[in-house]
């Protein structure tokens, strides 16, 4: 008995996400790319509380012949396009974004109270460190040119 | 007078020596033409074991680059005081340094070894631009370098 009760929820559930799907299907081309997270918010309204998300994933498949059909005869690009730009955006903002943040991290190591990293003394205003390689009687002699 | 002359004896035997042992080097380095901004490197010497003993010329004030001389900055931690007192400006493309120090003479064919690490911004990083036993068979020789240095040579 609870087994058939679970059942009958089921396909309760299966049937509105179908029936939710299809109703959506004939939208005209403007509207397809909304289309599919339209159906896909129904669907998981409907069945989230019984069947959870495996389910809606699978209601989603039983909709989408209706879905893909609208969407070849109307606006076959639209979810392609959408889908690329989005993604180059986000990878755009990201590759940016860390850009920033390194020349973030390198200006809070310029100088100043606290900083991490402290410019060494020039040559010539500042005896060589005595790590055993200079005679530190003679300041280095630099040519440049 | 006899402890003068015993004292001024000692101190002679003491200071002579020390000044016999150090020696002026002249490290002249051509950079190539790589069209870029001016380069940071950075001369570091390491035993025969591979350890870091010590720096010998920083060209590049600006500390907050050092990450990108990647030997270096393992070996030292990007520590600048390892650096201080010997360091000059970075160098541009197609130019040339010489930089002459006063160094321990026992640095030479002890095993010891110099190390060259360069960058350039918005450029590849080049660690171990030049790897070279210091040694006096090596005194006067132009030594290449992987990419931003056309040569090194060392001379007394």
Same mark, same amino acid.
Request: aromatic share 6%; hydrophobic share 40%.
């Given at each position: 008995?609870?087994?058939?009760?679970?059942l009958?929820a089921?396909?309760?559930?299966?049937?509105?996400? =179908?029936?939710?799907?299809?109703?959506?299907?004939?939208?005209p081309?403007?509207?397809?790319?909304?289309?599919p997270?339209?159906?896909?918010?129904?669907?998981t309204?409907?069945?989230?509380?019984?069947?959870g998300s495996?389910?809606?994933?699978?209601?989603?498949v039983?909709?989408?012949?209706?879905?893909?059909?609208s969407?070849?005869?109307?606006?076959?690009?639209?979810?392609?396009?959408?889908?690329?730009?989005?993604?180059?955006?986000?990878?755009?903002?990201?590759?940016?974004?860390?850009?920033?943040?390194?020349?973030?991290?390198?200006?809070?190591?310029?100088?100043?109270?606290?900083?991490?990293?402290?410019?060494?003394a020039?040559?010539?205003?500042?005896?060589?460190?005595?790590?055993?390689?200079?005679?530190?009687?003679?300041?280095?002699?630099?040519?440049?040119? | 007078?006899?402890?003068?002359?015993?004292?001024?004896?000692?101190?002679?035997?003491?200071?002579?020596?020390g000044?016999?042992?150090?020696?002026?080097?002249?490290?002249?380095?051509?950079?190539t033409?790589?069209?870029g901004?001016?380069?940071?490197?950075?001369m570091?010497?390491?035993n025969?074991?591979?350890?870091y003993?010590?720096?010998?010329?920083?060209?590049?004030?600006?500390?907050?680059?050092?990450?990108?001389l990647?030997?270096?900055?393992?070996?030292?931690?990007?520590d600048?005081?390892?650096?201080?007192?010997?360091t000059?400006?970075?160098?541009?493309?197609?130019?040339?340094?010489?930089?002459?120090?006063?160094?321990?003479?026992?640095?030479?064919?002890a095993?010891?070894v110099?190390?060259?690490?360069?960058?350039?911004?918005?450029?590849p990083?080049?660690?171990?631009?030049?790897? =070279?036993?210091?040694?006096?068979?090596?005194?006067g020789?132009?030594?290449g370098?992987?990419?931003?240095?056309?040569?090194?040579?060392?001379?007394?």
């Amino acid at each position: 008995m609870k087994s058939a009760f679970a059942l009958l929820a089921l396909t309760a559930a299966v049937g509105t996400s =179908v029936f939710g799907a299809l109703s959506a299907a004939p939208i005209p081309a403007p509207d397809v790319t909304v289309t599919p997270t339209a159906t896909l918010m129904q669907s998981t309204s409907s069945t989230a509380a019984l069947v959870g998300s495996a389910l809606v994933g699978s209601a989603q498949v039983v909709t989408s012949p209706a879905a893909i059909t609208s969407a070849q005869t109307d606006a076959p690009a639209a979810h392609i396009v959408l889908a690329d730009n989005d993604s180059d955006e986000h990878w755009f903002k990201s590759r940016k974004k860390h850009h920033d943040d390194e020349n973030d991290d390198e200006d809070d190591d310029d100088g100043g109270m606290g900083s991490k990293a402290m410019n060494p003394a020039p040559a010539g205003t500042a005896p060589p460190p005595a790590n055993g390689l200079f005679n530190n009687a003679t300041p280095p002699q630099v040519q440049a040119n | 007078m006899k402890t003068l002359m015993t004292t001024l004896a000692l101190t002679t035997a003491l200071t002579v020596p020390g000044l016999a042992s150090a020696r002026p080097v002249t490290f002249s380095t051509q950079m190539t033409n790589y069209y870029g901004n001016n380069a940071y490197f950075a001369m570091y010497v390491t035993n025969a074991n591979g350890a870091y003993v010590g720096s010998l010329w920083m060209a590049g004030g600006n500390a907050r680059y050092y990450r990108h001389l990647s030997g270096w900055y393992q070996a030292t931690g990007g520590d600048a005081a390892q650096v201080s007192g010997i360091t000059g400006a970075s160098v541009g493309s197609g130019r040339s340094v010489k930089v002459t120090l006063d160094l321990q003479d026992a640095l030479f064919d002890a095993g010891y070894v110099l190390h060259v690490d360069a960058a350039v911004e918005n450029m590849p990083e080049s660690p171990k631009e030049i790897v =070279v036993p210091l040694s006096k068979a090596n005194l006067g020789k132009a030594i290449g370098g992987r990419r931003y240095i056309k040569s090194l040579t060392i001379t007394e």
